[in-house]
């Protein structure tokens, strides 16, 4: 019965808390209207998402996110020294092919969104059959290693996330 | 207590200041095309981001309650921010370079950007591509 009511409960508890926050203030009747939004959109869009992603791991998820903020700051501060402190003929950029495992499109999604706020890198493109991404770094001295940090770094981490 | 937190707001402001100009710097100064697309998208989220936490600080702290915006718009922010600049760089893709500049995807198949059976993009957007 409740799983009926709330077949995507995730969904549920994101709808519930972005009303709650843009209402940005607690009031009965704001809480009413998320409860209403969150049992009622879940309901009406269920067609459009037959294979929703399984999140294995919350923990894990959050935890994740708490390190891509840290490697944006990272990233930010990098890529400023490269504008002030390189000539334009110093700096390296290369296209890189980074082959991937993971499979879900939820989880592809997350890593190329993840490169692209990250380390001097963008998300480009992907191949065809989706196991390579196509990523422009801005200055990359040594392409191979790029691979490598995106794959231990994120990659693996997404793995255990997402089944 | 306050002069503290009000340094230190300004402080953030400063820095978030500071990074969102070099940001729009790197758009001037960079010579390719694909590395100026680096510059506002990263250089430019610690502007934002500053920006929030300060005022998250401010409004804690001088009118005694939390704001719960700036999580959303950090939220938002994440959500378009990747979008927006692989927007870019498929325009990029599709204009001004050559298949022959980028590396072999290693599996067979073609980027899918000029795949011929991927079939995203109308045909007469591709007619004036700039070969340069």
Known sequence: ????????????????????????????????????????????????????????????????????????????????????????????????????????????????????MTPGTVTADMSACGRVLLIHS?????????????????????????A | MEQIVEYFLAALLVIGGIFAVIGSYGLLKLPQMMQRLHAPTKATTIGVGSALIASMIYFLVFEGKISWHELLITLFLFLTAPITANFIAKAQLH????????????????????????????????SDRDPG
């Open chain 1, 1 to 116: 019965m409740l799983r009926r009511l709330y077949p995507h409960p995730l969904l549920t508890l994101l709808l519930f808390v972005t009303w709650m926050l843009l209402v940005n203030q607690f009031k009965i009747g704001s809480l009413v209207m998320a409860l209403i939004l969150a049992t009622a959109i879940p309901l009406l869009t269920a067609p459009y998402w037959p294979n929703r992603p399984k999140l294995r791991n919350l923990p894990a998820f959050a935890a994740y996110l708490l390190l891509v903020m840290w490697d944006v700051v990272i990233a930010n501060i990098a890529v400023a020294r490269i504008i002030l402190f390189m000539r334009g003929d110093q700096i390296r950029s290369a296209w890189i092919a980074v082959p991937i495992d993971l499979k879900s499109p939820e989880a592809i999604t997350i890593l190329a969104g993840t490169i692209t």
């Open chain 2, 95 to 126: 204009r001004a370079i050559n298949k022959d500049e980028l590396p072999p995807t290693g599996v067979g198949s073609e980027w899918a950007t000029y795949d011929p059976e991927v079939k995203t993009v109308d045909p007469h957007l591709l």
């Open chain 1, 138 to 162: 801005l200055h990359a001295p040594d392409p191979e290693a790029i691979v490598q940090d995106i794959k231990t770094r994120y990659e693996a981490r997404l793995k255990r996330i997402f």
